[in-house]
């Protein structure tokens, strides 16, 4: 398969604690987006990298809320001390423009997040 | 004023007619258009593109853009129930790398 891979698909947890999801992306696109969707809802950018650099974080990330992309391959968001507002769908996307712009953003099934 | 605004519907069409979904953007710089299919609780898959004024059509899809009146559309000819989802406007630019998603317009077609 060689789609935008997520896992884990849904995850469950005791609000405050801290939780981790994986993004493997297209293996030649060199950009990787992480997007929030809660329901009834677009999805919400939340930050990207070109390679290993981060070059845009949403304002309405919170510092609870970090990424990294070590080596331009796979990236990872974690979120610390989570609260029930938390909760969605965590959608991460590749792309690979191939001039300025932003390029067709192929997503990955999502990691669904649950904070009890 | 929201960036990139779509009526949440929903819109109900019958089996073989033209399902016609709307969308709006602030952004005067916005150079790329890209409607987005989405079933519930799945994620969302291109349907189209679009980056110049006119129409572009692919099997039963035509995307409509309209940059002056900042404006574009996805027409669905023949639809068929398997067409029900959410359909997602995502807007880009050259001032920025990131789409801009509307919050989608859900469309029911029915038999």
């Known amino acids: 398969d060689t789609g935008v891979s997520q896992n884990p698909r849904h995850k469950i947890t005791k609000r405050g604690q801290n939780v981790t999801f994986r993004c493997d992306p297209i293996?030649?696109?060199?950009?990787l987006y992480w997007y929030r969707q809660t329901l009834g809802q677009g999805p919400e950018f939340l930050t990207y990298f070109q390679n290993e650099a981060q070059l845009e974080k949403s304002r309405l990330l919170s510092d609870r809320f970090s990424a990294e992309r070590p080596k331009g391959s796979f990236s990872t968001l974690e979120i610390q001390r989570t609260e029930q507002g938390d909760s969605a769908m965590y959608l991460c996307?590749?792309?690979?423009?191939?001039?300025?712009?932003?390029?067709?953003?192929?997503f990955g099934e999502g990691s669904r997040l649950t904070v009890l | 004023q929201k960036e990139v605004e779509q009526n949440s519907g929903p819109l109900s069409v019958p089996e073989g007619a033209i399902a016609s979904l709307n969308c709006t953007y602030s952004?005067?710089?916005?150079?790329?258009f890209f409607w987005y299919r989405q079933y519930s609780g799945k994620s969302p898959e291109l349907i189209m593109f679009i980056y110049s004024n006119g129409d572009k059509e692919d099997g039963r899809f035509t995307a409509q853009l309209n940059k002056a009146s900042q404006y574009v559309s996805l027409l669905i000819r023949d639809s068929q129930p398997s067409d029900s989802a959410t359909y997602l406007c995502a807007v880009g630019s050259y001032n920025t790398d990131k789409l801009i998603f509307g919050t989608g317009t859900r469309l029911q077609v029915f038999p």
């Open positions: 293996s030649e696109h060199n950009r």
């Open positions: 996307a590749s792309s690979s423009p191939l001039a300025g712009g932003t390029g067709e953003l192929f």
């Open positions: 952004d005067r710089g916005s150079q790329s």
